[in-house]
């Protein structure tokens, strides 16, 4: 598996699936999420209207992802994950690393050969971009072996900030 840090919009990436830190609801947010939605279109928010309804009628539990269609952005899946948020108390690592490895698991699923993903927690959610680096980072790294589809991961991050911290934590973790 290749992976790659970039600053870049991740609404404009070039690849299979894009991952959306979504909020619980799936039904749009702010960041990342907004962004996706508002560039995707209401096609977006009718599929994770319909995913609700069909399983997940509290929301999507932290940790956890499952994928849409794409609506009118260049990829093909939205894979939709909620990161933990740290002024909630959601402090531990695990659940972070559970939204990457969640997210290639649904990847592979979907038969996707490239996934690109935000900073995870690390806007309005409160978690430091380093360590969202190194937690995204080793998670990556360690589920490649559970999804053999997916050969390219990019992080596409919004800040030089972000990207320098994801750099780092590549060029630290063979």
Known sequence: ????????DLTEARVDAVVNAANSTLLG????DGALHAAAG????????????ARWHDGLPVGEAVATGAGRLPARWVIHTVGPNRHRGQT??????SCFRRSLE????LGATSVAFPAISAGVYGWAAAEVADVAVAAVRQAA??????EQVHFV???DAILAEFER???AQP
């Open 157 to 159: 991050l919004f800040s």
């Open 169 to 171: 934590a590549l060029a």
């Open 29 to 32: 947010g702010g960041g990342v």
């Open 145 to 150: 072996e559970h999804a053999p589809s997916v």
């Open 1 to 8: 598996m290749r992976i790659t840090a970039e600053r870049g």
């Open 42 to 53: 209401p096609e977006l928010l009718e599929e994770c209207r319909r995913v609700r309804a």
């Open 92 to 97: 531990d690592p695990a659940l972070l690393a």
């Open 106 to 109: 649904v990847a592979q699923d």
